[in-house]
């Protein structure tokens, strides 16, 4: 058995984790894991680069010309940058649009498999350290899924940073508190819930 993944970060260290585990447990010695990047690394979604945070190195990818606007886009639960490639494109041509992998996802830094350190503020701080690493005092910010509740609670935690917030599929957090025990399987949910 093959298992092909396209994201690496906190998702690889599972898999190889249950890999180990299996070849244990159950004696299976034909498992083998491989990362496939097919078409991550085309040029035409922009460039790659680190930015480094105070506690991370957060990997990113931006398209269009650095001093243009800042849109940064904050990706959902479980993708990464790459969800945001066709706005990466598109967007580059009016602003500097960058989407970064959150803590843990892609190429950003693991800080660890403890839930205290994935809880909403640490990762609200990520996202303006982001906006400072990158030379930027405001941006419009963009969320999506778990980045939507990502962005809402940059924005209201740092609102001097972002002069525009787009959330998609994203509860208000007036509200989002109470979903979040009924979504509690959720891991992300569940990390923001310990952690607090």
């Known amino acids: 058995m093959t298992l092909q993944l396209v994201s690496v970060g906190y998702f690889y260290k ?9 070849r244990q447990r159950f ?9 496939v990047v097919p ?25 269009g010309t650095p001093g243009k606007p800042l849109i940064l886009f904050i990706h959902g ?42 809880c909403i503020d640490l990762l609200a701080q990520d996202v303006k350290e982001v906006v400072e690493a990158l030379g930027y005092d405001t941006c419009t ?7 939507g509740a990502i962005a809402w609670h940059t924005a ?15 509860p208000h957090p007036k509200y989002g508190r109470l979903h979040m025990y009924f979504w509690s399987d959720m891991y992300c949910l569940e990390f923001e819930q310990k952690a607090n």
């Open 14 to 22: 599972l898999i190889e984790h249950l890999i180990a585990f299996a």
């Open 27 to 35: 004696k299976i010695s034909n498992i083998q894991l491989v990362v």
């Open 39 to 63: 078409a991550i690394a085309k040029p035409e979604y922009g460039k790659h680069g680190i930015a480094y945070t105070s506690k991370l190195a957060v990997h990113y990818v931006a398209s």
């Open 77 to 118: 639960f479980p993708e990464f940058w790459f969800s945001w490639r066709a706005q990466l494109k598109e967007f580059g041509n009016d602003y500097y649009a960058v989407a970064m992998d959150n803590r843990g996802y892609g190429d950003t830094t693991i800080p660890s498999l403890k839930s205290k350190d994935y």
């Open 141 to 147: 910010l963009v969320g999506h899924d778990w980045g």
């Open 156 to 170: 209201i935690s740092y609102p001097e940073y972002f002069n525009n917030l787009i959330v998609m599929n994203g």
